[in-house]
């Protein structure tokens, strides 16, 4: 069973929060994004074309969110000027973000999801098992599953779902086998 084409164009705006309350958005990240490449916030404030003082209410923002500085400045002299970069946790925040908003943009255009929302898995689909081996490459992982039957199904997935699951040795894991590949799912 296909789904119906799809009639509408998926959107959305993503953001990340810090205790219920929203920090990062497209544009801070923007702003975030400028400064980390071009050093200054005055010189991301002109490309992204907003005021300079704008561009220090949104970093001030950030950082009363969360409790530490997002940015760090330089002193200027005649020789060198001065400038401005983010800092350790402003990294980690602008990682987030990033991350967050692959993911979305990957899933907005997977038209097998999309698919995948008009149907049902069928049980036959589901395998439980114990993750025997994790073999990490550059990009991709491939997990060895022992499977309740005698049987061990390996399956290929990013080097980042095995992060983001927090797979180990041992665990206890689903098989959850499509058409064309074998993913993994983790209670």
């Not at 490309?47 to 409790?67: F, M, Q, T, V």
């Not at 800092?87 to 987030?96: D, I, K, N, S």
Request: aromatic share 6%; net charge neutral; glycine share 10%.
């Amino acid at each position: 069973m296909h789904a119906p084409r799809r009639k509408y164009e998926s959107k959305y705006k993503p953001w990340i929060e810090h205790q219920g309350q929203a920090i990062l958005g497209e544009g801070r990240a923007k702003l975030l994004r400028e400064i980390q490449e071009l050093a200054s916030i005055r010189r991301a404030a002109e490309k992204l074309s907003i005021p300079y003082r704008s561009a220090w209410e949104h970093i001030r923002k950030i950082e009363d969110a969360i409790g530490t500085p997002v940015v760090k400045t330089y002193r200027g002299g005649a020789k060198g000027g001065g400038g401005a970069g983010l800092t350790e946790e402003g990294e980690r925040v602008l990682h987030e973000y990033e991350r967050y908003e692959r993911y979305l943009a990957g899933l907005s255009a997977d038209d097998e999801f999309w698919e995948a929302l008009y149907m049902k898995i069928s049980a036959r689909n589901r395998l439980k098992g114990v993750v025997k081996g994790i073999e990490k490459g550059e990009v991709a992982a491939s997990v060895r599953i022992g499977i309740e039957t005698p049987v061990v199904i390996t399956a290929l997935i990013t080097k980042d779902a095995v992060d983001d699951l927090d797979l180990k040795i041992g665990d206890e894991v689903e098989a959850v086998i499509k058409a064309t590949e074998v993913m993994v799912s983790k209670e």
